[in-house]
């Protein structure tokens, strides 16, 4: 079976109102949500839900998160959020994020991951999730990372 093709992916969100703070824009920590949406979406599109990934003896903890913003969203903004897997081994996955408004990048961030154990040791990633990133088009073209 032919596995995924892309690296990457872009998932919308439209910006609800008590996201926004006193001064009518995105509170900063909704932007670190967002990503996590997009996560997820990534997960899913690569046949690894988390509910899946975290059914067994392993989680996935972030061990690693930023986030620079560059302009502000507001209430019912339509934002894309790009994901790009930026690397991966037996034991962690990094991801960039691209946070768009009308194709500007508004924001820009990135998470790691690690595999722990329910104790809370590291252990490999999930062979499922191991088996799925084997199968990634990683020669794909790559996209301009503002």
Known sequence: MKGPCFPDLEVPIRVRYHETDKMGVVHHSNYI???????MAWLDALGCPFTRIEGGDTQLMITEVSCTYR???????LLQVHIILERWNKF?????????????VIAKGGSALAAVSNAG???PLPEILLERLSELDVTAPQHHHD
């Open 33 to 39: 949500r967002y990503m996590e949406v997009a996560r």
């Open 71 to 77: 302009a502000p969203a507001t209430f019912d903004d």
């Open 92 to 104: 962690r996955l990094s991801f960039l994020f691209l946070i768009k408004k009308e194709d500007r």
């Open 121 to 123: 040791y590291p252990v």
